[in-house]
């Protein structure tokens, strides 16, 4: 109904797979739908636009019962575009991958304790010891990081946030690292054939083993959210967070 309503307009609705070819991408669904739309606009540098289908919708820029005025606003220009970095995580083998939120590393075994060993341009930060190790943007400082504890990061803002995910020691808390810094993680094994999963942005898992690493850094392109003028970041805190309320 929407791609014939759009159609009317004189504007042509291409699929997902031509995303290269689009003027915008438009993602209908909620937080996650938004997620792997940008990770394929993003490197292409395709603005994003997100319809909240879903429940929470932190990220979206309008509902369903808006979409069409918030549509016309788009194609009128009266948008306002907000740049927002990402992460590149190179995993041992293969090429490198994007990330809007964040990067989960966590034990392979439910329930396992396991031991990080991180290093921040190549300088030793410390030894994680605990469920695992968010590695986040400050788009993600509102997910996974924040019920982990970590601080919020407003979303225009250049850093790297790395918060432990339920530490077994009360001196390791969340540490903002400066944006051109390169964090890898290494396996500190505890047990024989022990392994780490890392998450993408709750998706693309891959495992890491004994002597594998995984990288993390900033992506060279950003992603571009497209939203309305009034649309604030603390404005929306305070409606999907409840934000300051008593």
């Given at each position: 109904?929407?791609?014939?309503?759009?159609?009317?307009?004189?504007?042509?609705?291409?699929?997902?797979?031509?995303?290269?070819?689009?003027?915008?991408?438009?993602?209908?669904?909620?937080?996650?739908?938004?997620?792997?739309?940008?990770?394929?606009?993003?490197?292409?540098?395709?603005?994003?636009?997100?319809?909240?289908?879903?429940?929470?919708?932190?990220?979206?820029?309008?509902d369903?019962?808006?979409?069409?005025?918030?549509?016309?606003?788009?194609?009128?220009?009266?948008?306002?575009?907000?740049?927002?970095?990402?992460?590149?995580?190179?995993?041992?083998?293969?090429?490198?991958?994007?990330?809007?939120?964040?990067?989960?590393?966590?034990?392979?075994?439910?329930?396992?304790?396991?031991r990080?060993?991180?290093?921040?341009?190549?300088?030793?930060?410390?030894?994680?010891?605990?469920?695992?190790?968010?590695?986040?943007?400050?788009?993600?400082?509102?997910?996974?990081?924040?019920?982990?504890?970590?601080?919020?990061?407003?979303?225009?803002?250049?850093?790297?946030?790395?918060t432990?995910?339920?530490?077994?020691?009360?001196?390791?808390?969340?540490?903002?690292?400066?944006?051109?810094?390169?964090?890898?993680?290494?396996?500190?094994?505890?047990?024989?054939?022990?392994?780490?999963?890392?998450?993408?942005?709750?998706?693309?898992?891959?495992?890491?083993?004994?002597?594998?690493?995984?990288?993390?850094?900033?992506?060279?392109e950003?992603?571009?959210?497209?939203?309305?003028?009034?649309?604030?970041?603390?404005g929306?805190l305070?409606?999907?967070?409840?934000?300051?309320?008593?």
């Open positions: 109904m929407l791609r014939r309503w759009l159609s009317s307009l004189g504007v042509r609705v291409l699929g997902s797979g031509q995303v290269s070819r689009a003027g915008a991408v438009v993602s209908l669904g909620g937080d996650g739908t938004l997620l792997a739309a940008a990770r394929r606009a993003a490197p292409l540098g395709v603005p994003v636009l997100g319809v909240n289908l879903g429940r929470l919708g932190f990220l979206t820029a309008t369903v019962h808006r979409v069409r005025p918030v549509l016309k606003k788009l194609l009128a220009g009266r948008l306002t575009i907000t740049n927002r970095m990402m992460l590149e995580v190179v995993p041992p083998r293969g090429p490198g991958r994007a990330v809007v939120n964040d990067c989960v590393i966590q034990g392979a075994a439910p329930g396992r304790v396991v990080l060993s991180v290093s921040v341009n190549e300088e030793p930060l410390g030894t994680y010891v605990g469920d695992g190790l968010i590695v986040a943007t400050p788009t993600g400082s509102t997910a996974y990081s924040l019920a982990a504890g970590g601080p919020i990061a407003c979303p225009e803002m250049d850093l790297i946030l790395l432990p995910i339920c530490p077994h020691s009360l001196s390791q808390r969340p540490v903002l690292i400066p944006p051109e810094s390169v964090v890898e993680v290494r396996l500190e094994p505890r047990h024989p054939g022990e392994k780490i999963v890392v998450s993408l942005d709750g998706r693309e898992p891959f495992t890491l083993g004994r002597g594998e690493r995984v990288l993390v850094r900033r992506h060279r950003r992603l571009q959210i497209l939203s309305e003028r009034d649309h604030a970041f603390f929306v305070r409606e999907k967070f409840l934000w300051g309320e008593r």
